[in-house]
């Protein structure tokens, strides 16, 4: 999994904490796992990073438009 830099079990945990399910819902850790993923290369985590920043607080707001607009620019 996640140890071995699997891309895929890192946006699973990052669901995981995201919705709530098995564990305690936790954005923060989502997050976390999420940008691991990203730093890794999934371009999937991309998406779910931007979404969680854009729905967070004002800083992370911020920070998730511009890596909105940076996509959409590619």
């Known amino acids: 999994g996640v140890e071995r830099g699997d ?3 890192m946006m699973g945990l990052g669901d995981i904490y995201r919705e709530g399910r098995i564990v305690s819902q936790d954005q923060k850790q989502a997050l976390t796992y999420y940008e691991m993923a990203l730093k890794a290369g999934n371009q999937r985590a991309y998406v779910a990073v931007t979404d969680l920043l854009l729905k967070g607080e004002p800083a992370q707001r ?3 438009l511009a ?3 940076a996509g959409m620019a590619k």
Do not use: D, E
Request: no cysteine; proline share 0%.
């Open 67 to 69: 890596m909105a607009k």
């Open 7 to 9: 891309t895929w079990a």
């Open 62 to 64: 911020v920070k998730g």
